[in-house]
């Protein structure tokens, strides 16, 4: 087949398997022993539909035209039925129902994946985003890209600028859903969501991130690795961000020196408590406009002098001079 030139290694090996099958000549689909009976799909399945796409045990009966207008990689697949059932053509896929049905409806649905910020699940962006790349279906693989994108930015200002409230709604633990979009973005090659993935994950306490199974035994061995590093590096920087409210009172100039005196010793004493329990800081994030509103209020005039200056000094320092200005610094010049 020619068309496997551009085809992705993942599409490559799924079509050898499916093309080893000793189906291909039956009439009626093989329902193995131990196999679980095909279940229809109860949002794609069109009964005027002119051909079945067939999962690992759900089936989709769709448009044939309407899909192929839409995938090279696709309209080749469906130009070669396996068999038929009630004289309609089937063609078998080995991809997951949960993603094959969230492509099919992305691309049959335009209500249904919509660009950001319309609200979506990241279930279905890893889905969208993993089959449209793996069949070649360009504008659904951007607009998952833009979702991911719109939550892992690529620079500092707009990392700071992400809302507390997102359009993405993230299983739970949330820890897992980074996890999974950090596989699905390796996965794709898409190296300017990975720094701002990893920092986020390097947030979350270690005894967190190791214990949670899949997502975490999903990821490369060097990956899990980095992942250590960074979050090691997170806590360094922990210190090296809250230097600027941890300086002493000065000598002269201070018009309250025993209460700016207790408030850097209680900062102080927190940040510790913060590190040594490794609890979920996020540095750059940690001194917001209300967290240095309220450090000014308990220091006075004097003592507040280039409070703000050097505290987003530190923020760019930290977030590192790399790839775009964003935090790439960590993670290597190829980022």
Not at 74 to 88: E, W
Not at 140 to 145: G, S
Not at 156 to 164: Q, R
Request: hydrophobic content about 40%; proline content about 8%.
């Amino acid at each position: 087949m020619l068309f496997l030139l551009n085809c992705s290694p993942a599409f490559e090996e799924d079509f050898k398997s499916i093309k080893s099958m000793d189906t291909l000549s039956t009439t009626y689909p093989p329902h193995y022993p131990g196999t679980p009976e095909m279940v229809r799909s109860r949002d794609v399945w069109f009964s005027d539909g002119n051909i079945i796409i067939e999962a690992e045990n759900m089936s989709f009966r769709v448009y044939g035209q309407l899909v192929a207008a839409k995938s090279t990689v696709l309209a080749d697949i469906l130009s070669f039925p396996h068999y038929t059932v009630d004289g309609v053509p089937v063609v078998r896929l080995l991809d997951a129902d949960e993603d094959l049905a969230a492509l099919l409806k992305a691309i049959l649905d335009s209500n249904f994946f919509m660009p950001p910020p319309s609200p979506t699940h990241l279930s279905t962006v890893l889905a969208v985003l993993r089959l449209s790349h793996k069949y070649d279906v360009r504008y659904l693989c951007r607009r998952a890209l833009l979702h991911l994108g719109a939550i892992y930015p690529s620079t500092l200002a707009e990392f700071l600028a992400v809302p507390p409230t997102i359009h993405i709604t993230y299983p739970e633990p949330t820890l897992a859903g980074h996890l999974e979009a950090l596989k699905a973005a390796m996965d794709v090659d898409a190296q300017w969501l990975l720094p701002t993935i990893h920092y986020t994950i390097a947030c979350a306490p270690l005894r967190q991130i190791i214990v949670l199974g899949a997502p975490w035994s999903a990821l490369p061995e060097q990956r899990r690795n980095l992942i250590l590093m960074s979050h090691s590096w997170r806590l360094d920087r922990c210190h090296k961000v809250h230097a600027f409210a941890l300086r002493g009172v000065p000598d002269t100039g201070c018009a309250d020196p025993l209460g700016c005196a207790r408030s850097f010793s209680h900062c102080a004493t927190t940040l510790l408590g913060l590190i040594a329990r490794d609890q979920p800081v996020d540095p750059l994030r940690f001194w917001d406009e209300a967290g240095i509103a309220k450090y000014e209020s308990v220091r006075c005039a004097a003592c507040r002098l280039g409070m703000r200056g050097g505290e987003r000094g530190r923020r760019r320092k930290m977030s590192g001079p790399g790839c775009r200005g964003g935090l790439s610094a960590l993670h290597g010049p190829s980022y």
